[in-house]
């Protein structure tokens, strides 16, 4: 079993940043594929961003392209969300989401890839 906790949401001024960290309990951190979704209220949770475990690859969706990052650190069994030049648009709850190296394709845009999930943290960006 696999647990993900987020951390590092908060209230920031449009344009400004913040860095999400989801940390992992789980021995082998670096055999897991990684994501980050959102859902803002009344809307679907969507695909943000995702990492792949074997060569580090990472994916956006457009919306965030240019604007974050995603990172991990295997050490510290912790994946990164870095978020620069905030819109009002970004205001949702960002989860962590985790897929481990076998066991079926990844479809890292898909939220049923995915079998593990964090609790989520609120990101609210005002204008």
């Known amino acids: 079993q696999v647990q993900l906790v987020e951390s590092g949401g908060g209230l920031v001024q449009a344009g400004g940043s913040l860095r999400l960290s989801c940390a992992a309990s789980?021995?082998?951190?670096?055999?897991?594929?990684m994501g980050w979704f959102r859902q803002a209220p009344g809307k679907e949770r969507e695909f943000v961003t995702a990492?792949?475990?074997?060569?580090?690859?990472?994916y956006y969706a457009d919306s965030v392209k240019g604007r974050f990052t995603i990172s991990r650190d295997n050490a510290k069994n912790t994946v990164y969300l870095q978020m620069n030049s905030l819109k009002p648009e970004d205001t949702a709850i960002y989860y962590c989401?985790?897929?481990?190296?076998?066991?079926?394709?990844?479809?890292?845009?898909?939220?049923?890839?995915?079998?593990?999930w964090g609790q989520g943290t609120q990101v609210t960006v005002s204008s």
């Open positions: 990492i792949r475990w074997s060569d580090g690859n990472t």
């Open positions: 789980v021995r082998t951190f670096s055999n897991y594929n």
């Open positions: 989401a985790a897929k481990w190296r076998y066991g079926g394709d990844w479809y890292y845009t898909d939220r049923m890839s995915y079998a593990y």
